[in-house]
């Protein structure tokens, strides 16, 4: 039973950090950053991000796929995440959404909202038939482990080996 605690834990802090969020550069001033030299007239321009099509460059390899999440995340594109994570993936988030009466889109957004690096740096792809992984560095610049799994001949995000977790790794000697 712990152990199956601890890999939800896991999957869901994966979930959470996989995705590839934005995080402003360091040093950029908040109060400036959104703002548009508009005249005082003009309509703020309509946002359809959670309405645009999944792109097809979501058949490239983990490497592409993630990078492309990223992309998505970046600009809270709900249905470009959704494309590009697996079922798995997609129905855990669905079930913890339930006890705080949240949607899969509502997940989604917030995970959206939840800061990572600042790049989508990766490294070290590994395939081994329809699994593979690669590291991504988190919020911290930590390089963790992200798993992905072929599912109808695309790569997708997917939910942690029971292997991979980064806590099996030897803690670093102080």
Request: glycine share 6%.
């Amino acid at each position: 039973m712990k152990t199956r605690i601890k890999l939800t834990l896991t999957a869901l802090g994966m979930t959470v950090a996989l995705s590839l969020a934005c995080q402003k550069a360091p040093g950029a001033n908040i109060a400036t950053a959104n703002v548009d030299n508009k005249p005082a007239n003009a309509q703020p321009a309509e946002t359809t991000t959670e309405q645009t099509p999944a792109v097809a460059d979501s058949d490239g390899s983990p490497t592409q796929v993630y990078k492309l999440a990223y992309k998505y995340r970046k600009e809270k594109n709900i249905e470009g995440l959704k494309s590009i994570f697996s079922k798995d993936v997609l129905d855990f988030l669905s079930e913890m959404g339930k006890s705080d009466k949240k949607s899969l889109n509502d997940q989604l957004r917030e995970m959206t909202e939840t800061p990572q690096w600042t790049s989508d740096e990766s490294r070290n792809e590994k395939i081994s038939g329809d699994h593979a992984k690669i590291e991504y560095r988190d919020a911290d610049g930590d390089w963790k482990t992200m798993d992905f799994v072929k599912e109808g001949g695309k790569w997708k995000l997917s939910m942690p080996e029971a292997d991979s977790s980064d806590d099996d790794k030897p803690a670093p000697k102080r």
